[in-house]
């Protein structure tokens, strides 16, 4: 076996290595620059269209998906600059090519993340609720906390995290309480059948219109039915919705006040009332049961 022929074999490698990397490492530099040059540029471009956009479009959401796709895209450019600049033209070739298989793959494989995608960018252009507003979808409700590309973020009233997908807040119904910027309060109430109706409603309108928050707009009264044990209104008031804690304030001084009111002029708001019959047919009458019980005693 002769050893020194596999040692100049070895050797050669070697040399022929490191001729290749000298005569490359001027190109190699050069398209390292290039690439710090496009990080720079991306970070720069970022930085300025942000201010344009911060100007000109009141959506910080979408101001965030068009800043990180442009700074997404000149980096990627970068990428093929500097491999260009290594005369790997093949490579960006096959890149390229590998690039579009890869990416129909995926687009089957993940489906769902590419719809959550563009659902979250067709919401930021929309605007349908912004961070801090109350809204409530798929029977989650709470405080937008996070507008992300693929997910919403809601907190609930007792303070749990809710993680939504994009998808599902974009196609199903939403309702966003802090759109007016006030809410209406429908109480529903019962009085007795023996009081005055025209009163009730006098003295009900007289009672919500100290309630707090408050807005200017028409206090409604209208009597619905007549109850098993009562006939039964429904008051309503707008207040300011500033959040579902002043909301529910505002509802809970509203009852207080028509009770005081009620309270003041004997007016009564009566209890269910049942009636137990004894004496039907397969029944038993009421005095012998009790007088039964009685003997038993």
Not at 120 to 139: C, H, Q, S
Not at 252 to 277: G, H, Q, V, W, Y
């Amino acid at each position: 076996m002769d050893i020194s022929k596999y040692y100049d074999i070895v050797v050669n490698k070697v040399i022929s290595w490191s001729e290749n990397f000298v005569s490359m490492l001027p190109n190699f530099i050069l398209a390292l620059l290039a690439f710090f040059v496009f990080v720079v540029i991306a970070k720069f471009s970022v930085r300025l269209l942000n201010r344009i956009l911060n100007k000109t479009i009141d959506n910080p959401a979408l101001n965030n998906i068009i800043s990180k796709t442009i700074y997404i895209a000149i980096i990627i450019i970068g990428t093929f600059v500097a491999l260009s600049v290594l005369n790997l033209q093949k490579t960006v070739t096959s890149l390229l090519a590998g690039a579009g298989i890869i990416g129909l793959a995926l687009g089957f494989a993940f489906q769902d993340i590419a719809a959550n995608f563009i659902s979250g960018i067709l919401m930021a252009a929309r605007r349908p609720f912004k961070v801090g507003d109350v809204i409530e979808t798929l029977n989650h409700e709470g405080i937008v906390k996070k507008i992300n590309i693929r997910t919403t973020e809601l907190t609930s009233f007792q303070g749990q995290q809710i993680i939504i997908p994009n998808k599902e807040v974009f196609q199903n119904a939403l309702i966003n309480d802090s759109f007016n910027g006030k809410k209406r309060i429908d109480l529903g109430v019962g009085v007795s059948y023996g009081d005055d109706l025209e009163k009730v409603r006098k003295l009900t309108l007289e009672a919500v219109k100290s309630v707090p928050r408050r807005t200017e707009d028409e206090i409604t009264f209208v009597y619905e039915e007549f109850g098993d044990s009562s006939i039964n209104f429904t008051v309503r008031i707008w207040v300011e919705f500033k959040s579902q804690f002043t909301y529910k304030d505002s509802q809970s001084e509203a009852i207080i006040a028509i009770k005081k009111a009620f309270d003041e002029n004997d007016i009564t708001i009566p209890f269910p009332i049942r009636t137990l019959d004894f004496g039907i047919k397969g029944g038993e009458k009421l005095n012998e049961v009790v007088d039964w019980k009685k003997s038993k005693g």
